[in-house]
Antibody, heavy 122, light 107 residues
Framework: QVQLMESGGGVVQPGRSLRLSCTAS????????MHWLRQSPGRGLEWVAI????????YYADSVKGRFTISRDNAKNTVTLHMINVRVEDTAVYYC???????????????WGQGTVVTVSA | AIPLTQSPSFLSASVGDRVNITCRAS??????LAWYQQTPGKPPKLLIY???ILQSGVPSRFSGSESGTDFTLTISSLQPEDCGNYYC?????????FGGGTKVEIK
């Protein structure tokens, strides 16, 4: 079955950087796009970014554009979210999720990781 | 971005009750709307996609419908295990957006 395991969360100061990773198993990784989403009490559920199966296309929420970068390594079945210049409002549980297609078409999500907590605080 | 307005934000109902949760979009979504259930400490679970298609393994008491830009999630007979938060999500265009959520409680 599909398994998605996030790592890399923690406490980080505003303005600093953090890298989240997600290791996938149970499916042919290089044939599905991958999402990052987040959830916080203040902002609710929020989609963050998507990367196509071959990594050629990436899209971001306006709230993170220019600060977050999504990437993937199909040889290692991993997807990464590199966060720079983090803000207090980036505090959230971050979820890695498997798309249902090779691209961003059909953007509903059937498979989610358990999430990793990011806290941005001085 | 396409905002989604979900209502009610909270509902309390008895076991066996029929429950409706509504999600209103600001524009036509061409049925590209999904519903999720979330219980504390867990990620969201997909219930319905394309407005009315039941995800595999989801009990048949859950159903979805649409009328124009209004979407409804119905639980035909509320069960104790249905407690939690419910969210709608549009995938008509990026950025993907979610409704604010509905907390369902058993009386």
């Amino acid at each position: 079955q599909v398994q998605l395991m996030e790592s890399g969360g923690g406490v980080v100061q505003p303005g600093r950087s953090l890298r989240l990773s997600c290791t996938a198993s149970g499916f042919v990784f290089n044939t599905f796009a991958m999402h990052w989403l987040r959830q916080s009490p203040g902002r609710g559920l929020e989609w963050v970014a998507i990367i196509w199966d071959d990594g050629t296309s990436k899209y971001y929420a306006d709230s993170v554009k220019g600060r977050f970068t999504i990437s993937r390594d199909n040889a290692k079945n991993t997807v990464t979210l590199h966060m720079i210049n983090v803000r207090v409002e980036d505090t959230a549980v971050y979820y890695c999720a498997k798309a249902v297609a090779r691209s961003g078409f059909n953007g509903y999500v059937a498979d989610w990781g358990q999430g990793t907590v990011v806290t941005v605080s001085a | 971005a396409i905002p989604l307005t979900q209502s009610p934000s909270f509902l309390s109902a008895s076991v066996g009750d029929r429950v409706n949760i509504t999600c209103r979009a600001s524009q036509d979504l061409d049925s590209t709307l999904a519903w999720y259930q979330q219980t504390p400490g867990k990620p969201p679970k997909l219930l319905i996609y394309y407005a009315s298609i039941l995800q595999s393994g989801v009990p048949s008491r859950f159903s979805g419908s649409e009328s124009g830009t209004d979407f409804t999630l119905t639980i035909s007979s509320l069960q104790p295990e249905d407690c939690g938060n419910y969210y709608c999500q549009q995938y008509n265009r990026y950025p993907l957006t979610f409704g604010g959520g509905t907390k369902v409680e058993i009386k």
